[in-house]
């Protein structure tokens, strides 16, 4: 029997699952030490054996349970970047709460955050703490701090099928949300990589990005109303499908990263499910057809000539690391080459394009999109590596870990930009982060710009403060880089401790005012989460 996500043990330290993995392919391998060199294993510490200082004696918090066990509190001090790995896996964690508090409900959650404001304790949201920003981090603090994990607020509450709005806990799952609305044949069709841990509360407030975003948006536009408890009290806003009353409350609280209150239920704009999903790849010969077919096929999206509901457009470094991983192992390998081999082309830029909806929209969307492509002298590969690529989309995390075990280090890095500004920004990140081997795509289009991913990679010292060390060097080179280009802090990864420095050239002075007003409205002795968004220091090395 296939156990759950509620039943299954998950991993301190490392993505998901114990017994989960996604082993490094050796063609990965050997690609990275012939660009990093031969690397050691980082240690891998066994947190049975952790020093975890004893939690302080807390005060009554009402009656949300508490839990001060050690490894409790050791699995809530950090979310899942890269330095949180080595932080875990090295027991180099720097304060872990004093304890993790479970309400079950919003008078719970009321009434910890009411105690905790009267003994002056801070307290930190958890939702599925896969933060890659520092969102969760317990950071060093004269105050007892508690993370209040959201598991407790879960679940379907309400489904309005006639409107097509679900009402649903914010500590709700990507597969656990998408179980209770599929059992009524609907989704709300957010699938961030993150899918398998992170929750409903923690994508909205952290203006998540679904791999369809073209397809089903942003997750702020299926927000239709919402429950925060704040220290100050509760705010509701209700389900409305448009209204002109002033400015949009639910604008506020998108994006607020646990700064303004907590979210414990939204309701959400859900839809009927659709019968197929198919993503087929393309091959642009060149970076700069790539991006001009990926613009057009956008536009085309946005005008309702070629429904989609994802383009992705890798560039060659990443592309060749794509072959290596997904292709090296299918059947498709041998042909895709020599398919290529015989059109001419031996390097090129890899571009998955999917639609959903029922069997003849999508050939119908998908045979409209390669006569669009193959038009600009994009090479059409078929269904065969986008199988491959929907099959491991949410297994990719877990590699993470098998290269850091080989002493690899890898992490992420997100902007958006303009269409016009997209080759400046790309060159701009890539300068920064030097002679590292940087892998790029495009995701997440709109009419006016698109959002860049990269991905970078380090041989990892053993000594977890120089790999700590390593990293911020590289993470602040490349953050500097996009603000000079006026590109997003973040498009989807949020801002936490990490980006605070940076968020404030985007909103100026006076926007940075009004946020701080918000919060101190909201949270007047500042017990919430009080390093994310507005505390622009520099911790990268924590
Ligand atoms: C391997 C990997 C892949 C990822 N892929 C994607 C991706 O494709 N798209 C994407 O958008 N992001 C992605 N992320 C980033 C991360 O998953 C998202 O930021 C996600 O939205 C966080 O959700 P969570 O429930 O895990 O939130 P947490 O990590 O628990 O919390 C994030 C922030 O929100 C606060 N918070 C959490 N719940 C609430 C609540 N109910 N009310 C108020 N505040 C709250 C926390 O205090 C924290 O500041 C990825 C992360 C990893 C590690």
């Not at 639910?250 to 700064?259: D, K």
């Not at 999206?301 to 997904?326: F, K, N």
């Amino acid at each position: 029997m296939t156990k759950t996500s509620a039943q299954r043990t998950r991993r301190l330290g490392g993505w998901g699952f114990e017994g989960a993995a996604f082993s490094p392919p050796t063609p990965m391998l050997t690609w990275l030490e012939e660009r990093l060199g031969p690397s050691e294993p980082f240690p891998s510490f066994d947190p049975a054996t952790a020093e975890i200082p004893a939690a302080e004696p807390l005060p009554d918090l009402g009656s949300a349970p508490l839990s001060t066990d050690d490894l409790d509190r050791l699995a809530h001090s950090r979310g899942q970047s890269l330095i949180d790995l080595i932080r875990l896996r090295s027991g180099t964690v720097s304060a872990t709460p004093a304890a993790v508090a479970r309400p079950a409900n919003d008078q719970e959650l009321e009434d910890l955050l009411r105690a905790a404001d009267r003994h002056g304790l801070r307290i930190v949201p958890f939702g599925g703490g896969t933060s890659v920003t520092g969102g969760v981090t317990v950071v060093p603090d004269d105050r007892p701090v508690v993370t209040a994990s959201l598991e407790g607020l879960a679940g379907l509450h309400h489904l309005d099928e006639v409107s097509g709005l679900a009402t649903l806990g914010a500590g709700t799952r990507g597969p656990a949300l998408e179980a209770a609305l599929g059992a009524h044949g609907f989704t709300l069709g957010h699938f961030p990589q993150s899918f398998e841990l992170s929750t409903l509360g923690g994508w909205i407030v952290t203006h998540s990005s679904g791999q369809e975003s073209l397809g089903h948006g942003r997750i702020e536009s299926m927000v239709a109303g919402l429950d925060l408890v704040a220290p100050a009290g509760r705010l509701s806003i209700p389900a409305l499908p448009a209204s002109a009353a002033g400015p949009d409350l639910r604008q506020w609280i998108t994006g607020s990263e646990g700064r303004f209150g907590i979210i414990t239920k939204a309701t959400m704009r859900v839809r009927r499910r659709a019968e197929t999903l198919r993503v087929e790849a393309a091959l642009a010969r060149t970076w700069r057809q790539g991006v001009d077919t990926v613009r057009t096929l956008t536009r085309a999206h946005g005008s309702g000539r070629i429904p989609l509901c994802l383009l992705r457009l890798s560039d060659g470094p990443e592309t060749e690391v794509a072959l290596t991983v997904g292709l090296a192992k299918s059947r498709f390998e041998g042909l895709t080459r020599k398919y290529l081999g015989l059109r001419g082309v031996d390097r090129g830029c890899l571009l998955l394009v999917g639609a959903k909806g029922s069997p003849w929209d999508v050939d119908r969307s998908l045979e409209q999109a390669k006569i669009l492509a193959t038009e600009r002298g994009v090479v059409w590969l078929g269904a065969g590596p986008g199988r491959n690529w929907s099959h491991d989309r949410f297994r990719h995390p877990y590699l993470r870990d098998g290269l850091l075990d080989r002493g690899y280090a890898t992490d992420t890095l997100e902007t958006a930009a303009p269409w016009s500004k997209v080759d400046t920004v790309y060159r701009a990140v890539r300068d920064a982060l030097g002679d590292l081997p940087v892998l790029c795509h495009l995701s997440h289009p709109y009419g006016d710009g698109v959002s860049l991913y990269f991905t970078f990679f380090f041989r990892c010292p053993t000594d977890p403060d120089e790999a700590a060390a390593l990293w911020a060097g590289h993470k602040r080179k490349a953050q500097n880089a996009i603000a000079e280009t006026g590109a997003a802090t973040s498009h989807h990864h949020g801002v936490g401790f990490w980006h605070a420095p940076w968020a404030p050239t985007e909103w100026g002075e006076l926007g940075t005012d009004m946020l701080r007003g918000v919060a101190e409205r909201l949270d007047p002795n500042g017990i919430l989460n009080p390093h994310v968004l507005l505390d622009p220091t520099d911790r990268l090395e924590l």
